[in-house]
């Protein structure tokens, strides 16, 4: 498996807004949602573009984050919501900050993915906090 994390440029955000859409789903919980990016995106393309984290496998988006005000909001693509590999990767990624993902100090919300979950809490995260 190989997986990467990147920042996508001001002209790379359609797959990421369309890959995002793509996860929204009835009876899940919900997660970010495109309009969160739309939202973002008053401030501008750029802005919008340095405030996301994607993650790709086999250049596959399975998960997105918008980074605002010391939080990393987070989107998982439901075929992941169980994938223990997948989740290593972010929450390495979320804890090391010299990835450049997310500013020591910072907290993770995710509502969604089963594994991410669990594994953030069997890090020592703490629900409703960093």
């Known amino acids: 498996m190989q997986m990467t994390v990147q920042t996508p440029t001001a002209n790379g955000l359609e797959p990421v807004v369309m ?5 929204q789903r009835d ?6 949602h495109p309009g969160d990016l739309g939202w973002q995106w008053r401030f501008g393309a750029d802005a ?4 996301l ?3 790709s496998r086999d ?13 990393i ?14 989740a290593r990767v972010l929450v390495r990624d979320l804890e090391d900050s010299s990835t450049g993902v997310l500013p020591a100090g910072s907290a993770v919300e995710a509502r969604f993915g089963q ?14 906090g960093p």
């Open 115 to 128: 594994a991410l979950r669990s594994l953030l809490d069997a890090h020592g995260w703490l629900p409703d």
């Open 48 to 51: 919008l573009a340095d405030s």
């Open 73 to 86: 909001r987070m989107a998982l693509a439901p075929s992941v919501n169980e994938d223990e590999d997948v």
């Open 27 to 32: 009876g899940l919980p919900v997660q970010l």
């Open 59 to 71: 250049e596959e988006i399975v998960a997105i984050g918008l980074v605002d005000h010391g939080v």
């Open 19 to 23: 890959a995002l859409a793509s996860w």
């Open 53 to 55: 984290r994607v993650w």
